[in-house]
């Protein structure tokens, strides 16, 4: 299975940052035959600024140009594709943070709207941050049927929560696709600890495609460092820097083979609901 993760810059400039893309994907190294599974990073075509930009180009789920235009890049080019997230209407004035799986036909297969909104203070440029300002939160895991293996979607700041991972490995995830956006201040001291502990928690791929660098002429910063890792928690290819592709090739017998030496997910005791606290003073 032939990984590709697209470590991106993505600013306000919505023609850029579709250009960079597709330049990328004319250059992307391949096999003739082999399937392709690209991973685009958070906010792949519109990102930085305040979060209320996201407003004005988010169009509805059948009319949204963002999805339009990813569509066409999987078919012409021949990819399945997590496209990232973009910004699509919810209908009161906020928008969900979404990401769409398509096959190389361009046809949705799956999608999967931002669980947990990041609403924290963070010592850095920005300071203060409040997406659930613009966002509304999704309410739903997805896990799909993919040639690659079944495979769960999360955004960013999902990373933070186990319990979302351990319910997509509960509903078959093999592998986990991570868009993301870590600042530099949160990714320098969580990012390769949160991406190694998921893995290793319930056994997945995780394909964590991030944004890199200053943004917007010294706006937000991102951490980058996109990378595969495998469900022993090591790392296949990362790129901690710069702007480029991340490839990795996945063994799934592998994957096979440590859920069976190591059944984690029969011997849970916590999935047990007669499982009870028991009180100290009987």
């Not at 299975?1 to 004319?26: A, T, W």
């Not at 078959?172 to 390769?192: C, D, N, R, S, Y």
């Amino acid at each position: 299975m032939q990984i590709n993760l697209l470590q991106c810059q993505s600013s306000q400039d919505v023609s850029k940052n579709l250009q960079y893309i597709e330049s990328q994907l004319r250059l992307l190294p391949r096999e003739e035959g082999e399937a392709q599974l690209v991973v685009l990073p958070e906010c792949c075509l519109l990102f930085g600024g305040h979060e209320s930009l996201q407003l004005e180009y988010a169009g509805d789920n059948q009319s949204n140009p963002f999805k339009t235009a990813l569509a066409d890049l999987a078919r012409r080019y021949d990819i399945y594709l997590v496209a990232g997230s973009i910004p699509v209407a919810v209908g009161d004035g906020r928008v969900y943070n979404r990401t769409y799986l398509f096959d190389n036909q361009g046809q949705v297969l799956g999608e999967y709207d931002k669980i947990h909104l990041f609403d924290v203070d963070v010592s850095d440029g920005t300071k203060e941050y409040r997406e659930s300002d613009t966002f509304c939160a999704g309410d739903k895991i997805s896990v799909i049927d993919t040639p690659f293996g079944k495979l769960g979607l999360a955004i960013c700041y999902d990373l933070r929560f186990p319990d979302l991972f351990r319910a997509m490995r509960l509903a078959g995830a093999e592998l986990i696709a991570l868009p993301a956006a870590f600042t530099k201040v949160t990714g320098e001291a969580h990012w390769q600890t949160l991406i190694q502990a998921r893995a290793i928690e319930n056994q997945c791929f995780i394909l964590a495609a991030a944004q890199w660098g200053q943004h917007n002429q010294g706006g937000r910063e991102t951490w980058g460092q996109s990378m595969v890792v495998d469900p022993w928690g090591r790392i296949n290819a990362q790129k901690m820097t710069g702007c480029g592709w991340v490839q990795s090739k996945l063994d799934r017998d592998e994957m096979i083979k440590i859920r069976q030496q190591m059944p984690i997910a029969s011997n849970n005791r916590f999935a047990e609901p007669k499982l009870q606290h028991k009180d100290a003073n009987p």
